[in-house]
């Protein structure tokens, strides 16, 4: 009986040391997302977070580069977060609202429409800026399983190694810095700010159909589902840059959707004027995405519709918000300064 515990708890300690090896082995050659190809490290700053969000955004480039958390606190009380990522399609936003809700209750989800243009997998690279950051549990699993491309194999996200192993000759000082530390937030609650100015110009011309895909739709409507059957309002949102295009059609398919499950939908490229948005001084990328002026503008005139429509609780005076949006505030100006001081 006792070389049978014995040779049992040998068994037990090879296969901790193996697992343990494989995690470290993975954690060292996976890509760390930090210094280069921050939009990777915004997934799993949300599980950073010690205080709960009235507003979640989830979507695209256009909810975190366009929306200032900061801007929705300081003028309004409002808290906030974004999930969002690089090209996050409509099933990455489903899983990552999936994950959130597990462990918070917001009032407000907002939904940039953007992304609905896509209705299959586009890429691995796009999947793991995504997915990498997630905590494990039934939302990733879904979420691999919904993204994953021709040739991906889901152990591999189980276990990186599988594929990046021939990055072991290629390692940096940020994948020895980052190693089993994930380093100071990339982000502000979600926001990346950029500072440039880069006029828009005209808009390219593309071919597109009329129709968005059936099974993006359907990925929306299990969105609008999820969030009636947790009571959380959500909203539809096209956010106002010019490129890509956002086509009169889908618009109309949006609006049409909208109203049948009694959604607010705000095409915001029509609300330029009254936003404030100036796409030759408030972009950083010819129209594409705003720079912190644009988000700026944005999110004091969408922080009213939100407070006005919602009725969202101001918190400004609530010592665990303003202490913690202090701190953000403070190293959202730094941050905006030392940007600044760059392009001169």
């Not at 691995?124 to 991906?152: F, P, Q, V």
Request: proline share 4%.
């Amino acid at each position: 009986m006792k070389r049978k515990l014995l040779t049992v708890g040998g068994v037990l300690l090879a296969c901790i040391v193996f697992f343990g090896a494989l995690y470290a082995a993975s954690r060292l050659v996976a890509p760390k997302y930090h210094d280069t190809l921050t939009e990777g490290h915004l997934t799993g700053e949300y599980y950073r977070e010690t205080t709960d969000h009235d507003v979640l955004f989830i979507g695209d480039c256009e909810v975190f580069e366009h929306f200032s958390p900061v801007t929705l606190y300081n003028e309004y009380g409002i808290t906030s977060f974004i999930r969002g990522g690089a090209q996050q399609l409509v099933w990455h936003s489903y899983y990552l609202l999936e994950d959130a809700l597990k462990t918070e209750t917001p009032k407000v989800v907002v939904y940039n429409v953007l992304a609905l243009k896509y209705g299959e997998p586009q890429s691995e690279a796009y999947n793991r800026l995504n997915l990498d950051g997630m905590r494990w549990g039934a939302a990733k699993i879904g979420a691999i399983g919904a993204s994953m491309t021709e040739g991906e194999d889901f152990m591999s996200y189980v276990f990186p190694l599988l594929r990046y192993h021939d990055r072991i000759d290629k390692l940096t000082k940020e994948d020895l810095a980052y190693w089993f530390s994930d380093g100071e937030p990339v982000s502000f609650k979600g926001y990346v700010m950029h500072t440039g100015v880069n006029p828009a110009t005209e808009t390219p011309q593309e071919r597109y159909d009329p129709k968005l895909p059936g099974s993006s739709m359907e990925w929306l409507s299990k969105m609008a589902d999820l969030c009636e059957e947790k009571g959380v309002s959500l909203v539809l949102i096209k956010s106002p840059s010019i490129w890509p295009v956002w086509h009169p059609e889908w618009d109309a398919e949006i609006e049409a959707f909208a109203k049948s499950r009694g959604l607010r939908y705000d095409n915001m490229i029509a609300e330029n004027d009254a936003i404030g948005v100036d796409l030759q001084t408030d972009t950083y990328d010819q129209g594409q995405h705003l720079n912190v002026d644009g988000a700026e503008k944005l999110s004091r005139w969408f922080g009213a519709v939100l407070r006005d429509a919602y009725g969202l609780t101001d918190h400004r005076g609530e010592a665990v918000y303003d202490a913690d949006y202090a701190r953000l505030t403070e190293r959202y100006e730094q941050e905006k300064q030392r940007l600044r001081s760059e392009e001169h």
